[in-house]
Every structure is written in structure tokens, then in C-alpha cells.
């Protein structure tokens, strides 16, 4: 939508929808998910070297309460199933870029930063957010058995963005909600790097085992320090 004066004039794009004749969506939040073809041989290495890098490393803490998480370089590990999943991260980067910008795109060159989850029984992922970033996102290596007794185990979950909409009082509850998605194996997820997001508590069988990662795109005044991924 564009205003001029006091009038507005309708438009109609991917990020500003119109819903009816005088309704419009301002502000939508865009995510991405799919279930990408030729994930089972990919899981499976990633699953053995992911492992074998946990068997021989600490890991950080970050958002993470209980788990190991790997350093923020999994896209540096010298393995085909790595080089897939960064193709599949780039495709997916350029079809999300594309549709929310009205087909412009980018052009350039950027960072791209990942890293491995492996949660057991009763971790989880505090509420956060990735500062500093474009887009970013998980891909789903191995979600385990989750408790039929849980169903939200294991989720990935969602906040509202916009400040003060859980704040309505009326008979219905359309503002503030919170969305969960129930992961798959070989799926992909990605959306703003604003987007506060956490991961409830993980109550099943095995380990459950997701790579996150994070999209960054240079201003003028970082190009020339920032490290490279194409």
C-alpha cells in the first residue's frame, strides 16, 4: 500500500496482500517450508559426521538449555552432504529473496553461518531471535521419537511480531497467538532473522538433531571486512 495525503492508493504485492475489496494485510511475515527431495542419503552422512564431531568436541552455549551445539562453522566441514545443504539454503534464500522484494532479488555476496542441535530428553531452546542477520532457519536432520503423551515435543514454535497485539480484549482471539511447527526429517525452514522463535522441551525417544543457520548481507560500510559464501 502507498499513501499519498490522505488518500491511499491500493496496491498489490507479495509482502502487502489484498484480501477483499476494501481489506488489505499490511505486514506479513514470510516463512518458508518444505520438505526438500533427496533429504534420506544427505541424513544419513550428516547423521554419522555430526556425531563424530559431538563424540570429539564440547560445543557452546547459546539459546540452548541442555544439548550440544556446535560452533557457528558446519558450513566449513569438508563433506558432499555439508555442500548440499548449503545448495539447499541458497535456493531457498533466492526464492524467498525474490518473492518478498517483487521479483528485484540480490545481487552480491554474503555470509552464511551454521550450526548443529542435538537435543535429548528435556532440552530446549529459549526464546530468541538472531540479530544482525537477513534471513535465517533450521533444516531438520533427525527429529527423533517424540512421547504421544507430548505433542508439542520438540517443536519449533513462533511469537506474533507485532508489538502489543496480545494485548486485545475481545470474544474472539485473532492477534498474539503463538504457531508451532511439528518438525519432519528433510525439512527445511526458513524466516526473518527477527522472528522470536524457541524450541519446546524435547520428551521422546533418540536424539533429535536440526542444523540452524543464518543469513547476513553487507551494508556499504561492513562489504569489504565480511567473509565471503557464495
Known amino acids: 500500500m502507498e499513501t499519498n495525503n490522505n488518500s491511499v492508493v491500493k496496491t498489490s504485492t507479495p509482502m502487502e496482500l489484498e484480501v477483499g475489496e476494501d481489506i488489505s494485510l499490511w505486514w506479513p511475515t514470510p516463512i518458508y517450508d518444505r520438505v526438500l527431495e533427496g533429504w534420506k542419503d544427505v541424513n544419513l552422512e550428516l547423521i554419522s559426521i555430526i556425531m563424530e564431531k559431538k563424540e570429539n568436541d564440547a560445543g557452546i552455549q547459546r539459546s540452548n538449555i541442555g544439548g550440544w551445539h556446535s560452533d557457528e562453522q558446519f558450513f566449513a ?3 558432499p552432504a555439508v555442500e548440499q545443504v548449503r545448495r539447499w539454503v541458497k535456493a531457498a534464500f533466492k526464492e524467498v529473496t525474490l518473492l518478498t522484494t517483487n521479483g528485484s532479488g540480490f545481487s552480491g555476496q554474503g555470509n552464511l553461518l551454521g550450526w548443529v542441535n542435538v537435543s535429548e530428553m528435556g532440552d530446549y531452546n529459549n526464546v530468541h531471535i538472531h540479530p544482525n542477520c537477513v534471513w535465517s532457519g533450521v533444516y531438520y536432520v533427525e527429529v527423533g521419537t517424540p512421547s504421544d503423551k507430548r505433542p508439542f515435543s520438540g517443536q519449533i514454535y513462533f511469537l506474533d511480531p507485532r508489538s502489543g497485539s496480545g494485548y486485545q480484549i475481545a470474544p474472539f482471539n485473532v492477534f498474539g497467538n503463538c504457531k508451532s511447527i ?3 526429517n528433510g525439512q527445511m525452514l526458513m ?23 543464518n543469513i547476513l548481507l553487507p551494508n ?3 562489504a569489504a571486512s565480511m567473509p565471503v559464501v557464495t
Open 191 to 213: 524466516f526473518p532473522s527477527w522472528l522470536q522463535h524457541g524450541v519446546r522441551p524435547y520428551d521422546g525417544e533418540g536424539e533429535r538433531i536440526s542444523i540452524a543457520f
Open 182 to 184: 511439528k518438525p519432519q
Open 77 to 79: 566441514w569438508k563433506n
Open 220 to 222: 556499504p560500510g561492513m
